[in-house]
């Protein structure tokens, strides 16, 4: 599987940003994805997950109400819907998948990762 985000940039505070995660590859095999960020010197945090079959989401506290992740599975891609993004949103954000039912917070529980796309949220 090879995954592949876009949509990053630079948004003033509370603006918006969608970040897509285009899925190749044996695609058929993804059970979840999940959206994390990293801020420089921070830990990689889960931000977002799903269940590629099922649709059914995860959200850290800190993004319930503001962001909003979702599948498309025709075209093999998970999106990030980030509304109201604020300062400590700014991050690399990564998606990532995995290929059997692990825990969805855990990064090592993940098979395969994008490179990252820069969000950043000026004040």
């Known amino acids: 599987v090879q995954l592949v985000e876009s949509g990053g940039g630079l948004v003033q505070a509370g603006g918006s940003l969608r970040l897509s995660c285009a899925s190749s590859?044996?695609?058929?095999?993804?059970?979840?994805v999940g959206w994390f960020r990293q801020a420089p010197g921070k830990d990689r945090d889960v931000v977002a997950a799903i269940s590629w079959s099922s649709g059914n989401t995860y959200y850290t506290n800190s993004v319930k109400g503001r962001f909003t992740i979702s599948r498309d599975k025709a075209k093999n891609t998970v999106y990030l819907q980030m509304n109201s993004l604020k300062p400590e949103d700014t991050a690399v954000y990564y998606c990532a998948a995995q290929t059997r039912g692990r825990n969805w917070l855990y990064p090592n529980d993940y098979d395969y990762w994008g490179q990252g796309t820069q969000v950043t949220v000026s004040s």
């Open positions: 590859g044996r695609t058929f095999s993804m059970y979840a």
